[in-house]
């Protein structure tokens, strides 16, 4: 009985009641002066690597072979910051510093 009292309430209800309205997007985020650098240390390698500009940066910042490395393929999404705590040394602070300052030159 109560069943049938409770599905009765229901449908006396509005269909309104039980609509769901997606959320509203959200706004785009201002942009920054770090979003608006073209390249720097933060960007994934693989897309350094297809940018001329960039692997230029790469070879004289003595990073050009690492697209040669035996694990590139499991890398090349990260970036060299996020490589970097695995790179048993090899890129240190003063590396991604020099990175980010000459990939920022690129226009």
């Known amino acids: 009985?109560?069943?049938i009292l409770t599905a009765a309430a229901l449908a006396c209800l509005p269909a309104a009641a039980f609509a769901q309205t997606a959320p509203a997007p959200a706004p785009a985020p201002a942009a920054t002066p770090a979003a608006?650098?073209?390249f720097s240390a933060d960007t994934p390698i693989e897309a350094l690597f297809a940018n001329e500009a960039a692997k230029a940066v790469?070879?004289?910042d003595g990073l050009g072979d690492?697209?040669?490395h035996?694990?590139?393929d499991?890398?090349?999404a990260m970036s060299f910051?996020?490589?970097a705590p695995f790179s048993e040394g090899k890129i240190t602070d003063e590396i991604l510093a020099k990175l980010d300052a000459d990939l920022a030159k690129i226009k």
């Open 58 to 60: 790469l070879v004289a």
């Open 74 to 76: 499991q890398f090349k």
């Open 66 to 68: 690492v697209d040669k």
């Open 81 to 83: 910051r996020g490589v």
């Open 1 to 3: 009985m109560k069943l």
């Open 36 to 38: 608006a650098a073209k």
């Open 70 to 72: 035996p694990a590139y």
